[in-house]
């Protein structure tokens, strides 16, 4: 007979990595003049936030990138009036878990002409699935605990695995804070060394099929053979 469980296994892990999603925002009155600015405003961050700061440009992705026209309402008119351009771009930057870079790297900012808004969370990089091949086994085992005590209320034994499936991993970030670009007065002068995140809860699952051999059909099958 075939015997069907799921393996759990669950870890809080240390978080190795801290993520920075960046918005940068510019308005102007012509479409060439929100782009021209906005860009001269991602240069200026790679320049004076990255490049000052050791860390490679190509360090800062974009996640999405836009320009839209922009309108006021005319208490006058009324009316909702065209009034320029807004370019808009979101870019992600990771870094190794290092408060001390992090604090430079929100003080630079500080100190842009257009400081972007900016959201802070901490992640998990696993390399070389280190936590990941932990994690299998430790569900595996719980798998064959469980296989092996369905087994034993029909007098049964595993005899082989027949399939093991590994379900979406489940990762919680349990930690982050959020500014915007008028908080940076505060956000510079603050020592994120006191910033303690929490740890991250990893968590998969294994869908596991099993052979079992009933004791007493294998023993009468052995009799009449």
């Known amino acids: 007979m075939k015997i069907q469980v799921n393996g ?19 308005k102007g009155k012509t479409y060439q003049e929100a782009v021209s600015k906005g860009l001269n405003n991602i240069y200026a961050f790679n320049s004076l936030v990255l490049i000052d700061n050791g860390l490679d ?7 999405n990138f836009s320009v839209n026209e922009s309108q006021s309402f005319n208490d006058v008119t009324k009316n909702w009036e065209k009034d320029g351009y807004i370019f808009n771009q979101e870019a992600i930057l990771k870094i190794d878990n290092d408060n001390k870079l992090l604090t430079k790297i929100i003080k630079s900012i500080s100190m842009l002409e257009n400081s972007p808004s900016l959201t802070v969370s901490y992640g998990l990089k696993d390399d ?5 091949n932990l994690l299998i086994k430790e569900a595996y085992a719980d ?10 209320t029909t007098n049964s034994h595993i005899t082989n695995t027949i399939s093991v499936e590994l379900q979406p991993i489940n990762s919680v970030l349990r930690t982050n804070f959020t500014n915007s670009n008028i908080e940076f007065s505060k956000l510079s002068d603050m020592d994120t060394s006191m910033i303690t995140p ?21 023993h009468l099958n052995n009799s009449i053979m």
Do not use: G
């Open 8 to 26: 759990i296994a669950k870890k809080f892990v240390p978080p190795n990595e801290i993520i920075l999603n960046i918005f940068f925002t510019q």
């Open 57 to 63: 440009e190509n360090k800062l992705q974009t996640k």
């Open 128 to 132: 070389n699935n280190k936590i990941l």
């Open 143 to 152: 798998a064959v605990s469980k296989a092996n005590m369905i087994a034993k």
């Open 198 to 218: 929490e740890d991250i809860e990893v968590e998969i699952n294994l869908l596991c099929i099993f052979e079992a051999i009933n004791e007493n059909l294998n």
